[in-house]
Nanobody
């Protein structure tokens, strides 16, 4: 069973950067598309980004496009989410999720495997 563990979330000032990591174990990432989601306090969880199983395709939510980059290190079995120019509205719990498919999925109910999440707080 695919297991995912996120890390890298912390308190950062507006305009700052963070790199979140999603480390996989149990299975190779080659068979899974990985998505990032976020849930702000009192709000629904929303899709942020996704990378296909072979790493060849990436997708970004309009709200963060141009400020984030998703990447995959197959040897380390880790997916990264680089976030720049962070805003207070980016404050949320960020979670990665895996779906056993080559292509990305946008709907969270298509993802079978989830990490526990990592807190990102953007505040001065």
């Amino acid at each position: 069973q695919l297991q995912l563990v996120e890390s890298g979330g912390e308190l950062v000032q507006p305009g700052g950067s963070l790199r979140l990591s999603c480390a996989a174990s149990g299975f190779t990432l080659d068979d899974y598309a990985i998505g990032w989601f976020r849930q702000a306090p009192g709000k629904e969880r929303k899709w942020v980004s996704c990378i296909s199983s072979n790493g060849g395709s990436t997708y970004y939510a309009d709200s963060m496009k141009g400020r984030i980059t998703i990447s995959k290190d197959r040897a380390k079995k880790t997916v990264y989410l680089q976030m720049n120019s962070l805003k207070p509205d980016d404050t949320a719990v960020y979670s990665c999720a895996g779906v056993e498919a080559g292509s990305c999925e946008l709907l969270e109910n298509h993802y079978a495997y989830w990490g526990q999440g990592t807190q990102v707080t953007v505040s001065s």
